[in-house]
């Protein structure tokens, strides 16, 4: 079982709906990423969290470190939204850069 | 948008053929990362270089064999590849993590890597 869950694996939602990703982890963590794929490979980091919620735009992501979990709020959802969603967690004892990826959540947003 | 490129795009190889693949950053940053991405997998690390050390080699088989010469270049030399090694190959830099702690991986756009 791998140490990051990310929930649902596969979402498709119509053009403004409100989207929720959702993350768990089993180990104590310095740091969350969420990552965002889009068709082609690239990958661009959305948020870096240690604690409470962050905004940007659309995008809103919480983390709650005493359950171990966090969430990818997309708004208004919109076609381009449409990529794979990944969850990234640095543990507390595996030195700064060894993250341990979710296996990703793709969203499909239809027009 | 990403300060980090990669060649090639895409890439066709046998298993008896050596390649080479490239990335290079513009983004100032002294640490850099090669991850393997396979289907349904999550993305695993591979090396990591910092200062143009290696810091890390993540039990990777020796057909892999990565080259820093600089801060802003990373190479992946390729050869006797088996099939299950296609997959994506990922490249990403950031300040040097023993220096900036939990710094920012900036990826570039992959080489999908298809061995025959």
């Known amino acids: 079982k791998n140490e990051v869950e990310q929930s649902p694996q596969n979402l498709t939602a119509q053009e403004g709906e409100f989207i929720t990703i959702n993350c768990s982890y089993s180990v104590g963590i310095s740091a969350l990423h969420w990552l965002q794929q889009h068709p082609g490979g690239g990958i661009v980091s959305l948020f870096m969290l240690s604690s409470g919620k962050k905004k940007h735009g659309r995008l809103i992501a919480t983390i709650n470190i005493q359950e171990k979990h966090s969430s990818l709020h997309i708004t208004a959802s919109h076609p381009r939204d449409s990529a794979v969603y990944i969850c990234?967690?640095?543990?507390?004892?595996?030195?700064?850069?060894?993250?341990?990826f979710g296996t990703g959540t793709r969203l499909k947003v239809l027009a | 948008e990403t300060g980090v490129t990669q060649t090639p795009r895409h890439l066709v190889m046998g298993m008896t053929n050596k390649k080479s693949l490239k990335c290079e950053q513009h983004l100032g940053h002294n640490a850099m990362y090669w991850y393997k991405q396979s289907a349904k997998k999550p993305l695993e690390l591979m090396f990591v270089?910092?200062?143009?050390?290696?810091?890390e080699n993540n039990s990777v088989p020796s057909r892999f064999s990565p080259e820093c010469p600089n801060s802003s270049h990373l190479f992946l030399h390729l050869h006797t590849l088996q099939p299950e090694d296609s997959a994506l190959y990922l490249c990403?830099?950031?300040?040097?993590?023993?220096?900036?702690?939990?710094?920012?991986?900036?990826f570039g756009p992959g080489t999908r890597l298809l061995v025959l």
């Open positions: 990403a830099s950031s300040q040097s993590p023993e220096r900036e702690g939990q710094g920012t991986q900036y």
């Open positions: 990234a967690v640095l543990p507390l004892t595996s030195g700064t850069y060894k993250y341990i």
């Open positions: 270089y910092s200062l143009e050390e290696r810091v």
